[in-house]
C-alpha cells in the first residue's frame, strides 16, 4: 500500500513563493509517475505538475510553467513542489499523488491513483 502525506502548504502573499513536500511510502505495483495536483471548490482537479520515471521531461500546467518546479528526492522518498510568483489563482487545495501511464503525460485524470489528504495553498492579493 502507498501513502502519501503533504506538507508545506499555508497563506501567502502574491509574489511569494512556497515549497510543497509529499513524503511517498510504501510500494504501489506499477506506479510510474508522481505529480501534483489542485482542487478548488465547485472544480475538477486538476493537474499541475508530474514526474514520470525515466523520462526527463516534467510535465507542467501551462498555468504554471516557467513558475513551479517539481522534483523528486529518491533517497528522501520526497516529491517537492516549489512555486515562485504565486498569484490569487493558484489558491487551492493541493494533492500529490503516485499512478501509471502508459505514454507522456499530458495532465489527464489518472483513472486509478495513491493520493495525499491534500494541503492548502491560499494566496491573497
Known amino acids: 500500500q502507498v501513502q502519501l502525506v503533504e506538507s508545506g502548504g499555508g497563506s501567502v502573499q502574491a509574489g511569494g513563493r512556497l515549497r510543497l513536500s509529499c513524503v511517498i511510502s510504501g510500494y504501489g505495483p506499477g506506479t510510474n509517475c508522481m505529480g501534483w495536483f489542485r482542487q478548488t471548490p465547485g472544480n475538477e482537479r486538476e493537474a499541475v505538475a508530474a514526474?514520470?520515471?525515466?523520462?526527463?521531461?516534467?510535465y507542467y500546467a501551462d498555468s504554471v510553467k516557467g513558475r513551479f518546479t517539481v522534483s523528486h528526492d529518491k533517497g528522501q522518498k520526497t516529491l517537492y513542489l516549489d512555486m515562485d510568483s504565486l498569484k490569487v489563482e493558484d489558491t487551492a487545495m493541493y494533492y500529490c499523488?503516485?499512478?501509471?501511464?502508459?505514454?507522456?503525460?499530458?495532465?489527464?485524470?489518472?483513472?486509478?491513483?495513491?493520493w495525499g489528504q491534500g494541503t492548502q495553498v491560499t494566496v491573497s492579493s
Open positions: 499523488a503516485a499512478f501509471r501511464i502508459y505514454d507522456d503525460y499530458a495532465g489527464e485524470a489518472p483513472q486509478f491513483a495513491y
Open positions: 514526474i514520470t520515471t525515466g523520462r526527463s521531461n516534467p
